[in-house]
């Protein structure tokens, strides 16, 4: 952490308020001056910049050394100074960027020697700063706030009030890395303030960081989250990536500390995703680290191990060492929890080496003081040496006569030692029968251990067993679970969207606001989806019955091919309104047999509504009839029986063939991870497998992906009789050629929105996406006479309309097919053109949980189906008028501000990238609107209906106004003369200009210019 902050108030230091686009015009602006300049001092100092830039800017570590070796080289030859102090900062902060602090420790000392040569005080108080973050980086504290103190004095005399911002800055980082949080936060809270005041964005970025960091040190997470999300938009506006990098990488921390661990892993793989192309090594290692701090809490310990490892490599390619301490702690803890205890003790004995030298390091200075009083202690022992010379020869004589001591010594010893020896044999023999004696014992007792160890091995074997036998019913008990949920969320949308068919046209019944004609319209839709809602009941009913067994059949005799036609004949007037083609084929005349009415029409209205289902307009569905002889019937030799062949054909979707065998499961569903028009319950064909059980037949299915779908079943007529159609009879089809119903021509009425010569072109316009055809219509009718409507029935093509015509509102569903409406409202939300549209969700899952996660993807409003149309139209008024509010508000306001008008953060973004453009081109006075629309990557009519919506002017009058808010902003800073800071912002008529001023300002520029003049300056009073 302490090496993050550093480095990010190195970048602050050198960084001015340029905007990114300005940086890389900057550095070909040099090296243009470059290649014409002569070998002079001028020369110097392009490379000292030159050099500086590329450093500054972490675009090329290659050039930054390449330009300030040729700045040092150049500046000895012509012996000048100053040029070989900013030689010498230029390498040094080259150095320090590469983790090289010795080296760059050396260059700094050599840069401030020269520097105070030549007396310049800018240079020394950079310099100084430079050569604190350097001593704060290797751990000299003292020396590190003395310096800063030093450049601060320096930067108060001159007056250099962004010095001055970046030192607090500084001193507010070197109290946060010796853990003084109160002490760093006064520090950092007095640099913000100067930030703002010199609008220096890029060194507000960094501090607002580092409070972050502070707050988060301190537990304090919601306030560490405030200016970390700060300091994230901010760098995000200027383009600053390292600044990005450590902002992701501080908040995964936070959200870790919070056991957040899927936000904290989002912000890691950011990190990681930035840093990795630009380099950023020891950033890229803080990431890896903290994913694998997340998989380890998250029980994944051989996951955290693979990002464990990856950091570790990091830190050893380029010696980042805190980052290898972090590794080996990770990598001994994942394997402890795997119980690999060779590796966890093999990374331990790294860590604690590791730490050792470390603590060698870090003593390395008591070594260096040590040495400067060592020549002092050399003349010493030059004195003491003589002084051991003249005891020598008093020595050698006493040790002659020692030795002739020690001699008479040994001799008695080695006597004495033989008989200790003889003593010493006697023992080890005693000593060798009793350990014989332990050693028997021992084989006694390994050989019960051995059996014991048998036993306890079979016992584990049973116990894995069990285990795993466990873990197979907890594994079917969730999938139950899982099938449960999602039976219950499919069965409330089939109850809630025809309940919002029935009780909407309801509403407008009694509300007695219907034209006539209407009227039978509303009756016919409210009865369709009651028996619709009848239908899923029975169904519901049916299946209950079966699985209680209490569900019987009931043959009766009649005409099984008349029935099989009328039931067929029912579904002609979905076939009319979804532009189906139906048919009907039997050679029969008549099937007279003993069979049960009631089952026959329950399976053949399953699967024509499931054939209807997924067969699109212009599709084709058909009922095939056909016997067949019964063979069990032939086997057992009694009379001759039948069995009735019905096929059911569509030519929609397809099933893919790996799923065709689950088709018949209980609540499952094809293609489940893809969103249908009609999800379903997945009980209707489950339901007539049943039904054709029961009454002892036999149903399949045969598919392919996108050819269609057929399904056939056997049924075993009793007592069957029939008789064959004449020659030449043709399959019935519906809806017959030549005729259509009155229902099928209102179906084909047009659904964009009215054209602009009907005199609705300054109405609102409205999309509606909404997968049920019906609910659209309701939602049409009822807001046509207000708004333009435009309607969608999927997510897909309700993204392409909405991207394509910038509506200014949007109702949609949230289950729809291909998109659903969650994701459609991020796409929404994401994206620059459509950010500002309020969306209204429609839905019929009614958990707060389902609720919340479509408000956090930027639904402006949520809506339970069945709905009220009374309370939509309400909320749709609603959301207008504030818009509107918005709008006002803001042009009444002179100053631009993002933040008085955005609604999301990418409203946001989008004004500070359009004021950003308009900045960088304001003196150009061909700058138009064409051009501003194809720098920000939209078409101009996107463009208008984006800044009309969210700031009720016009691209031109945007442009025109940021350039006037701007030249009332030279003319205060007394930029020049009226008509310098006029051509300066990009005017080039002055009674425009000038009348252009007093509309937005209600003065002239020379009435603004004398007020101003009189703020500065007040008139004592007499």
């Known amino acids: 952490m302490k090496r993050i902050v550093t480095l990010l108030t190195l970048l602050a230091g050198s960084l001015l308020t340029v905007p990114v686009q300005a940086q890389q015009h900057r550095i070909d602006s040099l090296e243009r001056r470059l290649a014409n300049a002569p070998a002079d001092t001028n020369r110097v100092l392009l490379l000292a910049q030159l050099s500086d830039q590329y450093r500054s800017w972490g675009s090329d570590p290659h050039q930054t050394k390449r330009y300030a070796e040729q700045c040092m080289q150049l500046a000895y030859q012509l012996n000048y100074p100053f040029g070989k102090g900013k030689a010498h900062n230029a390498m040094g902060s080259y150095h320090y960027n590469g983790n090289q602090n010795p080296a760059a420790l050396q260059h700094y000392q050599k840069a401030l020697q020269f520097y105070q040569q030549a007396g310049r005080k800018v240079a020394l108080a950079h310099i100084h700063a430079n050569l604190a973050m350097v001593m704060e980086d290797m751990g000299n504290y003292t020396q590190a706030m003395e310096n800063y103190l030093k450049s601060t004095r320096i930067a108060e005399e001159i007056d250099n009030k962004l010095i001055i911002g970046n030192n607090l800055h500084c001193i507010g980082t070197l109290m946060l890395n010796q853990k003084k949080h109160e002490e760093a936060l006064r520090y950092l809270f007095q640099a913000l303030p100067i930030h703002q005041r010199l609008q220096d964005h890029r060194s507000k970025t960094f501090t607002l960081n580092t409070i972050g960091v502070v707050y988060q040190e301190r537990k304090q997470y919601d306030q560490a989250l405030y200016y970390l999300n700060q300091s994230l938009r901010l760098s995000d506006s200027l383009g600053l990536l390292r600044g990005k990098v450590n902002c992701y990488n501080n908040l995964g921390i936070v959200h870790f500390f919070r056991q957040q661990y899927e936000e904290a892993l989002g912000y890691y793989q950011k990190a990681l995703a930035l840093a990795q192309p630009q380099g950023f090594n020891q950033s890229m290692a803080i990431a890896l680290v903290g994913m694998g701090e997340v998989y380890q809490h998250r029980g994944n310990a051989r996951q955290a191990i693979v990002y464990y490892q990856r950091a570790l490599q990091l830190a050893q390619t380029y010696q980042l060492v805190r980052n290898k301490l972090d590794a080996h702690q990770g990598l001994m803890q994942a394997y402890a929890r795997l119980r690999n205890y060779d590796q966890a003790y093999l990374h331990q004995s790294k ?56 001699s008479l010594l040994v001799t008695a010893l080695a006597v004495n030692r033989q008989r200790l020896k003889v003593r010493q044999n006697r023992l080890l023999t005693r000593k060798s029968q009793e350990v014989a004696e332990k050693n028997a014992q021992l084989e006694q007792q390994a050989r019960v251990l051995a059996t014991q160890a048998q036993q306890l091995n079979a016992t584990n074997g049973q116990l894995a067993r069990q285990s795993t036998q466990l873990e197979a019913q907890t594994h079917r008990l969730q999938q139950l679970d899982q099938v449960k949920s999602r039976f219950f969320t499919n069965i409330s949308h089939e109850f809630r969207t025809p309940l919002t068919l029935i009780l909407a046209p309801l509403e407008k019944l009694l509300s007695g606001r219907v034209d006539a004609p209407q009227i039978q319209r509303h009756y016919h839709l409210i009865d369709r989806h009651a028996r619709h809602l009848l239908q899923l009941i029975n169904q519901l009913l049916d299946f209950a019955k079966l699985e209680a067994g209490s569900l019987k059949t009931n043959p009766v005799r009649g005409d099984v091919n008349q029935r099989v036609k009328i039931t067929t004949l029912s579904f002609e007037s979905l076939a009319e309104s979804k532009k189906v083609r139906l048919s009907f084929s039997s050679p029969y005349q008549s099937i007279e047999a003993r069979f049960d009415p009631d089952t026959l ?10 054939a209807f289902k997924f067969t699109t307009a212009g599709g084709r569905v058909t009922v095939a009839l056909a016997l067949a002889p019964d063979p069990l019937l032939q086997r057992q030799g009694a009379e ?94 519906w809806p017959r050629r030549g005729q259509a119903s009155p229902r099928a021509e209102a179906s084909a009425e047009p659904l964009a929105p009215p054209a602009a010569g009907q005199g609705k072109e300054k109405h609102p316009l409205m999309l509606v996406v909404e997968d049920n055809e019906e609910v659209r219509g309701l939602i049409r009718e009822c807001f046509q006479a207000e708004f333009r409507v435009m309607e969608a029935g ?79 139209s ?149």
């Open 351 to 406: 860590l604690l080496a590791l730490k050792d030298s470390l603590f060698t390091k870090e003593n390395d200075q008591k070594i260096a003081q040590l040495e400067a009083s060592y020549a002092v202690e050399k003349k010493q022992a030059e004195i003491a040496l003589l002084q051991k010379d003249r005891q020598q020869q008093i020595w050698v004589r006493n040790t002659i006569v020692a030795g002739l001591l020690v």
């Open 601 to 610: 029409d329950k399976i053949l209205n399953n699967l024509l509504s499931n």
């Open 640 to 733: 001759k029986g039948w069995l009735l062949e019905i096929k059911v054909s569509d030519t929609g979707i397809g099933i893919p063939a790996d799923e065709q065998d689950r088709v018949f499961d209980r609540f499952y569903q094809v293609d489940g991870s893809q969103p249908r028009g009609q999800p379903g319950t997945g009980i209707g064909l489950a339901l007539v497998r049943e039904l054709v059980e029961l009454n002892r037949g036999t149903i399949a299915v045969g598919s392919e992906a996108g050819q269609g779908t057929q399904f056939t079943v056997r049924l075993p007529l009793a007592e069957c009789h029939f008789e064959l159609k004449a020659a030449g009879e043709t399959p019935e089809a």
């Open 794 to 872: 999927d997510g897909v093509g309700g993204l392409k309309m909405a991207q394509k015509e910038i509506p200014d509102l949007i109702i949609t569903d949230r289950m729809m097919p291909h998109m659903d409406g969650v994701a459609l409202c991020h796409h929404l939300k994401t994206d620059e053109r459509t950010s500002h549209v309020p969306v209204i969700m429609l839905t019929a899952k009614a958990s707060e949980e389902s609720k919340i996660e479509g408000l956090e993807m930027g639904a402006d409003d949520y809506i339970l189906k069945p709905f009220r149309l009374q309370e939509l």
């Open 874 to 1022: 309400v909320r749709v008024k609603n959301l207008i008028a504030q818009r509107k509010q918005l709008r006002e508000r803001f042009s009444r306001e002179v100053k631009l501000q993002p933040k008085d008008i955005a609604i999301t953060a990418a409203d946001e973004g989008f004004l500070h990238k359009a004021i950003g453009l308009i900045e960088g081109h304001l003196s150009d006075t061909d700058f138009s609107v064409e051009g501003f629309a194809h720098e920000i990557g939209m078409s101009r009519v996107q463009l208008h209906r984006k800044l009309k919506a969210l700031t009720d002017q016009s691209t031109s009058e945007f442009v025109r106004t940021i350039r006037l808010k701007r030249a009332a902003s030279l003319i205060e800073q007394r930029y020049g003369n009226i008509a310098e800071v006029m051509y300066e912002v990009g005017f080039t008529n002055v009674s425009y200009f000038a009348s252009s001023f007093k509309k937005i300002f209600g003065v002239n520029p020379s009435e603004y210019y004398q007020r101003e003049m009189a703020k500065a300056n007040p008139q004592p009073v007499a």
